[in-house]
């Protein structure tokens, strides 16, 4: 058989598999939380109303490609809200008051995505930006988190994306954790400290 004729065969085969593949890949995610987090002394008395922005440039309608087949991985989240809640979560492990009307923590995130070749890498990019009530920026600080897999089939993809943006959405949230500059930028604005409870 020609070199010729294995690669028509090839390439009927390929076309074969694509065609009865969806274009989309769908996947939900679930908040992320560390284990094991250690209370910031004093953080109870700062009250942070978390938001999210979603500042994404490229790659808006998706969260990663299969290359071989030109698969589309779609998230079922909002993923700024995703990595926001996460963000919040963080907070309140750390001892932080999450609610209204305290310091603005704003989530901007930059890049949320699963790129496979024969490889996977996957990588999530987000930049916190603590603000007072009167807008002044506090403390602004950008985080990475990535992980990387083995070779990519057609079969579990999704599942296979999930768990590894999950793994680097929690490698970020590990930088978030070790930050003690973000820490003290934090803790250092008492006009934004929660009012004691009075005794009865």
Do not use: W
Request: proline fraction near 2%.
């Amino acid at each position: 058989m020609t070199n010729r004729r294995l690669l028509l065969i090839g390439f009927a085969l390929h076309s074969i598999l694509l065609s009865g593949c969806s274009s989309t890949i769908d996947v939900s995610f679930e908040n992320s939380r560390l284990p094991g987090i250690a209370a910031v002394p004093g953080a109870e008395r700062v009250r942070l109303d978390v938001v999210a922005r979603d500042a994404r440039v490229q790659f808006k309608d998706r969260v990663g490609t299969l290359r071989h087949n030109a698969q589309k991985i779609v998230a079922n989240n909002d993923v700024a809200d995703l990595v926001r809640s996460s963000v919040e979560q963080l907070f309140k492990d750390q001892g932080f008051t999450v609610a209204a009307g305290g310091l603005i923590v704003t989530t901007e995130v930059q890049n949320f995505y699963f790129d496979s070749n024969f490889g996977s890498t996957s990588s999530v990019i987000f930049t916190l930006r603590a603000r007072d009530l009167t807008g002044r920026t506090l403390y602004s600080h950008g985080y990475e988190g990535s992980a990387e897999g083995g070779l990519v089939g057609a079969l579990g993809v999704g599942e296979k994306a999930k768990r590894e943006l999950k793994a680097a959405l929690d490698d970020a949230l590990r930088k978030v954790n070790q930050d003690t500059s973000l820490q003290r930028a934090l803790l250092s604005s008492s006009a934004q400290s929660v009012p004691a409870t009075p005794n009865i």
